[in-house]
């Protein structure tokens, strides 16, 4: 099993890299084409500005590499974000792979950006495979995503939003699995078996 976590200029890249390891799971950290084209896996994580971020995968052709992978890919917060159509921050055209928007929280008067836990509302979906309904997860973000068609599971903070989307061989969540104790290390591990 080859996993290769994207590297780009976004930062919560290592603590995806850990989280592997304490599954037990080698992970390659890699901006080389060539190198996430042999992966069995692609986790795309990150933490960071919406329109930076594009302007590096772009520079580095790991838009186009993005959109065309065949294998399981997984984005993770800032990643979730950039694979959605357009988003509100930085005024940012994105990769695209959801047909939605990534919003400002404008909407609620709790504090922005949400830092900390909340729980997750998700469907009978093999990435949430032995997670307990309403589980809590750890969220750091000024941003979220619409309702979705795509959506496979929706998180309330002040307004319900999607924080899981699944369409074909791309998985994506708000939260960060990876500081998510033994619940969000669960996921990584149903992301790691899917086939």
Not at 15 to 31: K, N, P, T
Not at 42 to 51: H, K, L, Q
Request: proline share 3%; net charge neutral.
């Amino acid at each position: 099993m080859k996993v290769v976590i994207i590297k780009y200029n976004a930062g919560n890249i290592r603590s995806v890299y850990f989280a592997m390891q304490r599954l037990g799971i080698e992970a390659f950290i890699s901006d080389d084409i060539e190198t996430i084209l042999s992966a069995d896996k692609i986790i795309f994580p990150g933490v960071g500005e919406a329109s930076g971020a594009m302007d590096y995968l772009k520079q580095k052709k790991l838009d186009t590499l993005i959109k065309d992978v065949k294998q399981p890919l997984l984005g993770i917060c800032l990643g979730m974000q950039l694979l959605c159509n357009y988003s509100e921050e930085g005024n940012t055209p994105c990769l695209g792979i959801f047909n939605v928007t990534v919003k400002k929280f404008m909407h609620t008067n709790l504090k922005v950006p949400q830092v900390g836990w909340n729980t997750i509302q998700h469907g009978n979906h093999p990435l949430f495979n032995k997670v307990k309904q309403n589980e809590y997860m750890y969220f750091v973000h000024s941003y979220y995503i619409e309702q979705s068609a795509n959506a496979i599971a929706t998180t309330c903070y002040g307004i319900e939003y999607t924080s899981a989307l699944c369409k074909d061989n791309f998985y994506a969540v708000q939260f960060h699995p990876e500081k998510s104790a033994d619940a969000g290390e669960q996921i990584l591990r149903n992301f790691i078996s899917i086939r």
